[in-house]
């Protein structure tokens, strides 16, 4: 009895941390769960920052349940014209707290498959932030970027 009495401080202690850490990872998974409609993105390479969305005559949409992501872009045109365009991509993420983690699996631009990307996420009311840095050094890709969405309900 006497070893009970020695342990319940720290039995008391683990049961408050295990209990308060899982729900604050649930909590922030279902701020992100559904879908988000793109505002605006660009890209940061060194001292040069570029708008590269929104971009007239298309749309963008990402989606996300507990554990996978998936986005698609595509023009208002049906694919008719000379701006005609359709990118996908889909794959698995980690969340904790704002630190965010996808793999992106499937991709309309082949050499992006199989890589990882961490960024970090900011909710404000029904707006989703992301940011953070794409790196593949086989593609010359370096450059941070900001991307903002709001939710679709």
């Not at 298309?58 to 989606?63: A, D, E, L, P, T």
């Not at 086989?138 to 679709?152: A, C, D, F, M």
Request: glycine share 6%.
């Amino acid at each position: 009895m006497n070893y009970f009495k020695q342990l319940w401080p720290l039995l008391l202690l683990l049961a408050a941390c295990n209990g308060k850490q899982p729900a604050e990872k649930e909590k922030t998974k279902s701020l992100l769960s559904g879908t988000w409609k793109l505002i605006s993105a660009q890209t940061i390479k060194g001292k040069d920052t570029l708008l590269t969305y929104p971009v007239p005559g298309q749309q963008m949409i990402k989606m996300f349940n507990e554990s996978h992501f998936s986005f698609v872009k595509h023009d208002l045109n049906k694919g008719k014209g000379p701006n005609a365009v359709f990118d996908s991509g889909a794959g698995t993420y980690t969340l904790s707290g704002e630190d965010y983690q996808e793999h992106l699996t499937f991709c309309s631009y082949r050499d992006w498959e199989n890589r990882d990307f961490k960024f970090k996420l900011q909710f404000k009311n029904d707006t989703l932030i992301q940011k953070g840095i794409e790196k593949i050094d086989s593609l010359k890709v370096n450059h941070e970027i900001i991307e903002v969405y709001t939710r679709i309900r």
